[in-house]
């Protein structure tokens, strides 16, 4: 269970973005969830100085086709860091472990193979109200957080 604000960072701890591309890939299953995920993403990356145009989005079904989706960001475009933004929310069925495992291990791939990091932005909730809380609500926006990640990982490539 989420404890603390995953909004709340220290902005001075942070690189400043202007000089970094950013993509993010948003699944379209739950779109009320998946949209302000977005949005606090893109929120932090302009707070924290990247450009409007510097950040690309691109849409995919669901969370299972955020790997292809980011894999084709990787491949077609010059970006410093990527987000993959989804929802799954426990069912009935073993549906739910299936797609959180395989979105898990493709992104988690991704990272191994290529040179772009690809932060993992998908709620695995039990419920649409735990997810509700964790994309601006009582927990804040964990879309804010992966943006932060997103920088400093872009940051950590000029090493």
Known sequence: MATTDLSYYDKATIPNAKKYRFGIVVSEWNPEITENLYLGAEQA???????KEHIIRWDVPGSFELIYGCKKMIETQQLDAIIAVG???QGETKHFDFVCDGVTQGIKDLNIKYDVPVIFCVLTDNTK????????GTHGNKGVECAIAAIKMAALREF
């Open 87 to 89: 929802n799954v929310i």
């Open 129 to 136: 109200q735990q997810s509700l809380d964790r994309s601006g």
């Open 45 to 51: 990356f302009l707070e924290n100085g990247a450009l």
